[in-house]
C-alpha cells in the first residue's frame, strides 16, 4: 500500500515501543541514605578535633569520625557489590550459554543485519576486501542507504557528493539547519514522492520500531553523558578552587618558612655542658604559630565548607536527574543483552551512572574524613604545645 506523508509522520510521531516493563538492576539504591551517611563535615577545627580525636591529645581510642567512616565504607562496599554481582551475573547467564563459536556466530549475525553491511556484500566479502575497496564500497552503501531512508531530506546524488566533498556537505548542512520546520517537511515530502514508498503493514511497523529504539538508545545515551559531564565537572571546579585557595597569601608552607626563618634568630642560653635556643623563647613562638596554623586551618575550613556544599548539590541534583529520568523513561530503556551486539542496551549506560553516583558519593565522604582529620591535626596541635611544659 502507499502511504502519505501525513500519515507515516503521524504514526512514527506517536508511536511507543517499550523495551522492557522495569529495568531488573536499576533504581534500586537509595544514593540520599548514601550520601547522608558520609563523615559531616565540620565548621570548626575545634568541633573537627572533637568529632575526630573526642578532645583526646594523643587522639587515641575510637572517634565518631572514625566510627562514621568505617560504617559508610561498609555500606559502600554492600552497593558495589550488590550491582557490581547483579551486572556480573547477567552476563554471565549471558555469555556462559553461548561459547565462544556462539558468542561469534551471533555477532556476525547482528552486524550482518546492519543494511549498510548488507550493501557492502556483507561480513564475509567485506572481509576479503582491499582496504581501498572497502572504503569505495562503504561510501556507495552509505550514500544509497541514506538517501533510500523514508525520511532523508536527500537524494543519492547529494548524499554521494556530501560523502566524498566536506565542503559541500558543510554547505548542506547550514542551508537544512537555517529551513524551517515547514520547508523540512516539505523537503522530505518531495522526496517520498520520487521514492514511491510501498511498505507492508508489518514491515512499516519493523521500521518504525527500529527507527523509535534508535531514538531510545540516542536519547538515553546523550542523557548517561550530561548527567556524567554534570558530577564531573562539579568534582573538577571543587579541586581547581580548593588548589587555589590553599596557595592564597598566608598558607601553611608560607608560616612554616617564616617559622623557621624566626626559629633560627633565638638566641642560644647555656643549657648543661652546651647551648640551646631559649626554651621560653622557642615555647612561646611554637605557641604563637600553633595559634597561627589553626586560624589559617579554620579559614581553609570555612570556604572549604561553601564549596563542599556545592559539591554536594551537583551530586544530589545529578541523582535527582537520574531518578526522575528512570521514571519517565524506564519503558525506554533496553535490558536485552543480545542488544550489546548493535549498541542498543541501555541498561548498562544507565548502569554507568550508578556507578558513577555511587564513586562520587565516596569521593564525597574521602573529602569530608580527610579535610577533618586536618583540621582536626591542627587543633591537637595547638592543644599540644598549649600544654607541653
Not at 557528493?161 to 537544512?176: C, F, G, H, P, W
Not at 569521593?363 to 611544659?389: D, R
Amino acid at each position: 500500500m502507499k502511504l502519505s506523508f501525513t500519515i507515516l509522520f503521524l504514526i512514527i510521531t506517536n508511536s511507543i515501543y517499550s523495551q522492557q516493563s522495569k529495568p531488573s538492576i536499576l533504581g534500586n539504591v537509595d544514593f540520599y541514605a548514601l550520601l547522608k551517611s558520609a563523615p559531616v563535615l565540620q565548621s570548626t577545627p575545634e568541633a573537627a578535633f572533637e568529632y575526630a580525636c573526642n578532645k583526646d591529645i594523643n587522639c587515641q581510642g575510637d572517634s565518631q569520625l572514625e566510627t562514621q567512616y568505617e560504617n559508610f565504607k561498609k555500606k559502600m562496599e554492600m552497593y558495589s557489590n550488590q550491582l557490581a554481582s547483579s551486572l556480573k551475573s547477567k552476563a554471565q547467564d549471558f555469555y556462559g550459554k553461548k561459547g565462544r563459536e556462539g558468542l561469534y556466530n551471533d555477532s556476525k549475525k547482528q552486524v550482518n543485519q546492519n543494511e549498510l553491511i548488507q550493501q557492502m556484500g556483507g561480513v564475509d566479502k567485506i572481509s576479503q576486501m582491499s582496504e581501498k575497496e572497502r572504503e569505495i564500497a562503504a561510501k556507495k552503501a552509505l550514500a544509497i542507504n541514506t538517501s533510500a531512508s523514508t525520511f532523508s531530506p536527500f537524494s543519492q546524488a547529494e548524499m554521494q557528493r556530501m560523502i566524498n566533498d566536506s565542503e559541500y556537505a558543510k554547505q548542506m548542512a547550514v542551508k537544512y539547519n537555517n529551513m524551517t520546520e515547514k520547508q523540512k517537511a516539505d523537503l522530505v515530502k518531495n522526496q517520498l514522492e520520487t521514492k514511491n514508498v510501498d511498505v507492508s503493514n508489518s514491515e512499516f511497523e519493523m521500521q518504525s520500531k527500529q527507527k523509535q529504539n534508535a531514538k531510545n538508545t540516542i536519547d538515553i545515551n546523550s542523557f548517561v553523558s550530561k548527567n556524567f559531564s554534570k558530577i564531573s565537572e562539579a568534582f573538577k571546579t571543587y579541586n581547581s578552587t580548593i588548589e587555589k585557595l590553599r596557595k592564597t597569601t598566608g598558607n601553611h608552607d608560607e608560616l612554616n618558612k617564616s617559622y623557621s626563618e624566626l626559629y633560627k634568630k633565638i638566641p642560644l642560653i647555656v643549657m648543661g655542658e652546651g647551648k640551646i635556643p631559649d626554651p621560653k623563647k622557642v615555647k612561646d613562638l611554637n605557641i604563637k604559630y600553633a595559634l597561627k596554623h589553626k586560624e589559617r586551618a579554620s579559614l581553609e575550613l570555612s570556604q572549604v565548607q561553601v564549596e563542599y556544599k556545592h559539591l554536594i548539590n551537583s551530586v544530589n541534583e545529578s541523582t535527582n536527574d537520574y531518578y526522575s529520568f528512570l521514571d519517565k523513561n524506564e519503558y525506554r530503556v533496553n535490558s536485552k543483552m543480545q542488544s550489546i551486539y548493535t549498541g542498543t542496551n541501555t541498561e548498562m549506560s544507565l548502569a554507568q551512572i550508578e556507578l558513577n553516583i555511587g564513586e562520587s558519593i565516596s569521593k564525597i565522604a574521602e573529602i569530608s574524613y580527610s579535610e577533618n582529620s586536618t583540621a582536626s591535626g591542627h587543633e591537637q596541635h595547638y592543644q599540644y604545645v598549649l600544654n607541653e611544659k
